[in-house]
T-cell receptor
């Protein structure tokens, strides 16, 4: 199965600072999904990347997929307390196929 | 509104008991999935089903069972054979075609007492 490595495992940032989370795959990614999770809750879909070199943004969150489609990064600009949570990357081998997840990155934003 | 409903939100199980977690979706999605999440970790796939009356084992199926008699429903039974069932369980669904992402339920936290 596809292995996904996320780094860092946890991150503490001062409010207003930027942060970056990485997700690396051992195999070529068909679809790379980013989710956010509040503790004890379900996953909220953020973005899905499919094409090499693709970049998507939503509000202050930007995600990129590298040209070789084996690494993705999630970047948050000017972090706010509302950005705190667990960020998970997931990958599928094909559309509608099962998702494999990385270990997650726990983000804490200090006011 | 369309979505996935998991129930109950909290569940307590005694040693040796079987318990069933409910997952219902009204999104008309073909595929449904069960994941387990342990503290500080990512999600691991237990079982999945891409069509009614068919399902496949995921990475950690031992001690679990599922059924898919209706498109809308995909219940998960945690059997007494599961040695360490205390965890957060998440259900998800997706259309079989297209890149619409995977919709997740709000989860069930199971604790063995």
């Amino acid at each position: 199965s596809q292995e996904l490595e996320q780094s860092p495992q946890s991150l503490i940032v001062q409010e207003g600072k930027n942060l970056t989370i990485n997700c690396t795959s051992s195999k070529t990614l068909y679809g790379l999904y980013w989710y956010k999770q509040k503790y004890g809750e379900g996953l909220i879909f953020l973005m899905m990347l499919q094409k090499g070199g693709e970049e998507k943004s939503h509000e202050k969150i930007t995600a990129k997929l590298d040209e070789k489609k084996q690494q993705s990064s999630l970047h948050i600009t000017a972090s706010q307390p509302s950005h705190a949570g667990i960020y998970l990357c997931g990958a599928a081998k094909a559309a509608g196929n099962k998702l494999t997840f990385g270990g997650g990155t726990r983000v804490l934003v200090k006011p | 509104d369309g979505g996935i409903t998991q129930s109950p939100k909290y569940l307590f199980r005694k040693e040796g008991q079987n318990v069933t977690l409910s997952c219902e979706q009204n999104l008309n999605h073909d595929a449904m999935y069960w994941y387990r999440q342990d503290p500080g970790q990512g999600l691991r796939l237990i079982y999945y089903s891409q069509i009614v009356n068919d399902f496949q084992k995921g990475d950690i199926a031992e001690g679990y069972s599922v059924s898919r008699e209706k498109k809308e429903s995909f219940p998960l039974t945690v059997t007494s054979a599961q040695k360490n069932p205390t965890a957060f369980y998440l259900c998800a669904s997706t259309p079989r075609q297209g890149d619409y992402g995977y919709t997740f339920g709000s989860g069930t936290r199971l604790t063995v007492v």
